[in-house]
Structure formats: structure tokens, C-alpha cells
């Protein structure tokens, strides 16, 4: 699979990654066999980027990885987690005392010493410009604890204000073809400054696979279920904070373009992928299939056609309600 450097950390990642917020909660219930045979499958496949985080099963999805990883010594696999999410979302809570608690706890739950890379989870705004955030990120790279660190973020303006911060590594943003705001600014400005741009729900929690109905249901411990309203955290995680039933009207439009030999949901990924700017996608998966056809979207390749076709359904069906949002 073709890889590209992630940003400041200098580390080669496969263009299609893996997302494991499926392997630890907020998705239904996880099998552990399963989970460990979905990071298999995915490393077979080529993926060598897993991306989890702390909060994910309160820890059950660091430490599947961890297993994996330590059943697996010789594969060279990069592991970004992410921390924040652990305490009540107020910029003081933000400190170096904290880090150092939440990174010790993933380290523990990774089973290593250093990790690859830390990226604060989708904290309050006001964190992205706090200099006294950025030193502490420092001071962990110095003491061995992280290797490099970056972002998360819900809007634009937080990645732009994280890119001017030159200990910024990488940061990872929602960017689908339901989700194109990211295409005007934040990707040019990371190019520019050597950060990583790691694409978060490719898929828009699943509406771009093609595979949805009105009929369709969620479990109940299903954010999908939850949180359509953003009654638990920042809606546009949730099928990318559209409207599901406008959403599946405009997935019928995107089907037309899929081309020839690809499915769906590897088209919507390819799409991410062939982006200037973008160094991974991370797609999420449930079982052994999805992770192999994920990882597939990686050869699939898009034609100008189809790129336009995906900012006219932009365009038409969810531009003026999503983009001054996010």
C-alpha cells in the first residue's frame, strides 16, 4: 500500500489507516476475538497506522492494540491515541499533571514505553491557543513519554490556530464528501507547514457505505442512536452532523458516481485519499470483510468527474447547512 510521511513526525503511514473507536465502544458491543482479528486483517492488508484513544471502551481499544502489538512484535505499526475526554471539558483542566497521568495510562494500556503519538481529543477551543498546552506537549516529547504529539479537532478555525504551533505534528479532522469545509484552508495551511492531516470519518458513520435505509436501526448503545442530536458530544461526529434521511438522499446521488469494480464506502475513502494535503484515512470496522475492503479503497483511483460530482452534492444538499458550522 502507498504510504506518506505524517507530517512532523517523519514516520511513514499507509494513505488508508485504521480507526478503532469501533474495537472499544459507542458502536454496539465488541467481540475481543474480533477486535483482534480486525487489527489482523488490517495489517495483512498493508495498514501499518492505527489510530484509538483513551476514552475508546474506556481503554478496551488501547489495550486490544496493545495485545496485538505484543503478539505481534515484528510488524512496525505507528499507534496514535488521544487524550482529554477524561475530565470535565474545561481548558483548566489541560495542565502538565494531567498529561502525564492520562499518557501513563496509555502507555500502560499499550504495553510501551514511548508513544508514537499523542493528540489532544477535540478539547474546548481555547486549549488550541493556550502556549502553556503546547509547552507541557513539549516537555513530554523531552522526558521520552511521546514521540510526537497533535490535534484533534470539531471545526476548521481550531486546526488552523494548531497548525501556527510549530511543535504540531499532525492533525486529524473530519474531511468526507459530506464534510468539505477542511478542503479551503486547513489543508493547504498543513501542507505549507509540513503537518500530517490524519481524515476522520470517512464514511460519515457509516452513510457512505451505501448500505443504510430509512428502515435501518442502531442499537441502543449506538452513537449513531444516541446521539443524532448531539445529546452526548459535538453532532458532527455523528453521520457528519447531516441529516440522516437527507443524507441517504444524497448518497443515492454519490452511488452514480462510484466507479466501476469499487464499492461504495471505498470510492468515499479513495475520494479522502487522492486530496492534496491528506496523509492517511481512517475508516473504522467491525469485522475481518470491512477491514480487507477498506484497506482495498487504497488501489481504487478517482477521476475528475467524480470530484466534481462530489462538490455538487455538496453543494447542493448540505453546503450552507454544514459549512458555517464546522
Known amino acids: 500500500m502507498e504510504q506518506r510521511i505524517l507530517g512532523k513526525t ?25 477486535a483482534q482479528a480486525v487489527l489482523a486483517a488490517s495489517a495483512e492488508a498493508g495498514v501499518n497506522f492505527f489510530d484509538t484513544a483513551d476514552v475508546y471502551g474506556d481503554g478496551k481499544s488501547e489495550q486490544a492494540i496493545g495485545k496485538f502489538l505484543a503478539d505481534n512484535p515484528g510488524l512496525d ?37 514511548t508513544l508514537d503519538l499523542v493528540q489532544l481529543h477535540c478539547p474546548p477551543t481555547p486549549v488550541y491557543s493556550n502556549g502553556e498546552v503546547y509547552d507541557a506537549l513539549d516537555t513530554l516529547v523531552s522526558e521520552g513519554a511521546i514521540r510526537s504529539y497533535g490535534v484533534s479537532v470539531e471545526r476548521t478555525d481550531e486546526a488552523l490556530e494548531a497548525i501556527r504551533h510549530e511543535g504540531t505534528a499532525s492533525v486529524q479532522i473530519i474531511l468526507n464528501a459530506f464534510r468539505l469545509k477542511p478542503l479551503d484552508e486547513v489543508l493547504p495551511a498543513a501542507k505549507a507547514a509540513n503537518v500530517g492531516i490524519i481524515a476522520r470519518v470517512p464514511l460519515a458513520s457509516g452513510l457512505l457505505s451505501g448500505k443504510y435505509t430509512k428502515e435501518t436501526t442502531f442499537a441502543e448503545n449506538d452513537h449513531r442512536n444516541y446521539n443524532r442530536s448531539g445529546d452526548s458530544f459535538d453532532v458532527g461526529e455523528t453521520f457528519s452532523g447531516v441529516d440522516y434521511e437527507l443524507g441517504l438522499k444524497a448518497v443515492a446521488e454519490f452511488e452514480q458516481l462510484v466507479p466501476a469494480g469499487a464499492t461504495t464506502a471505498q470510492a468515499a475513502i479513495a475520494w479522502i485519499a487522492a486530496q492534496d494535503g491528506v496523509t492517511t484515512v481512517i475508516p473504522g470496522a467491525r469485522n475481518v470483510d470491512q477491514a480487507a475492503a477498506n484497506a482495498a479503497a487504497a488501489s481504487v483511483r478517482v477521476s475528475e468527474e467524480f470530484d466534481a460530482g462530489v462538490r455538487w452534492i455538496y453543494d447542493h444538499y448540505f453546503r450552507e447547512a454544514i459549512h458555517p458550522r464546522w
Open 10 to 34: 517523519g514516520r511513514n503511514v499507509s494513505i488508508v489507516g485504521l480507526g478503532t473507536w469501533q474495537l472499544g465502544a459507542d458502536w454496539g458491543n465488541v467481540d475481543p476475538a474480533q
Open 77 to 113: 505499526i505507528t499507534v496514535a491515541t488521544k487524550m482529554g475526554r477524561r475530565v470535565e471539558q474545561r481548558p483548566e483542566n489541560y495542565t502538565l499533571a494531567n498529561f502525564r497521568q492520562w499518557v501513563d495510562r496509555s502507555r500502560k494500556n499499550l504495553g510501551t514505553d
